[in-house]
């Protein structure tokens, strides 16, 4: 049987856990996880896009006189957006974060131009090959776009709770801070339809 001096300790570590959990900490824990898991989403996508490009650029470099320029820059483009080192200290670094996003949009840019290039070479258009490329990297263009909604989803409701009050104060004593979401730019971006051309099916 407990004394009251014994029982002090029980007392204490239960009125500890009512204030933690009414000060929102395991919502703290839940939507961190909740973040975390939404953008290792994020980054399956774009090394799913990533490991397409190879074999798109093998494929483009069989037609002769195909724009080098354009070749370049997706290979480019690519090789810096794979040299990023991506940490889970990224999601706290608004600076790491730009630079990844940027490298990223301009991996898809080069691509949108590579594809664009591309319908003026009937070989190609031909070519059963890179239809399937560029269907697979269609499709992986629309879960990035999905995967990076959630993730934003995920960010704006976490940090809605580091910058409520009082779970600020928990935040404040924990050292949680707001997490790096896509730019405004970004999310204008990801509102529209993928910018992947590929152009009409059996065209020209």
Do not use: H
């Amino acid at each position: 049987m407990f004394t009251p001096l014994r029982r002090f300790p029980v007392i204490l570590a239960f009125t500890a856990a009512l204030g933690l959990s009414g000060c929102g900490y395991n919502d703290f824990q839940r939507l961190d996880e909740q973040t975390k898991s939404a953008w290792a989403e994020v980054l399956n996508q774009y090394q799913r896009r990533a490991d397409l490009i190879p074999n798109l650029v093998e494929t483009v470099k069989g037609e002769a006189n195909f724009e080098q320029e354009t070749l370049s820059r997706v290979i480019e483009a690519r090789s810096r957006a794979t040299a990023i080192q991506v940490t889970p200290e990224m999601l706290d670094d608004p600076q790491a974060m730009e630079r990844f996003q940027q490298a990223q949009g301009q991996l898809g840019s080069a691509l949108s131009r590579l594809l664009a290039v591309s319908e003026n070479y009937p070989n190609l258009k031909a070519n059963q090959g890179f239809q399937d490329l560029r269907v697979q990297l269609e499709g992986t263009e629309n879960r990035v776009t999905v995967a990076r909604n959630r993730y934003i989803e995920a960010v704006q409701e976490y940090n809605v709770l580091a910058r409520s009050f009082p779970t600020n104060l928990t935040a404040m004593v924990f050292s949680y801070k707001p997490k790096a979401g896509f730019t405004v730019a970004n999310e204008a971006e990801i509102s529209a339809p993928p910018r992947v051309d590929f152009g009409t099916q059996g065209g020209r």
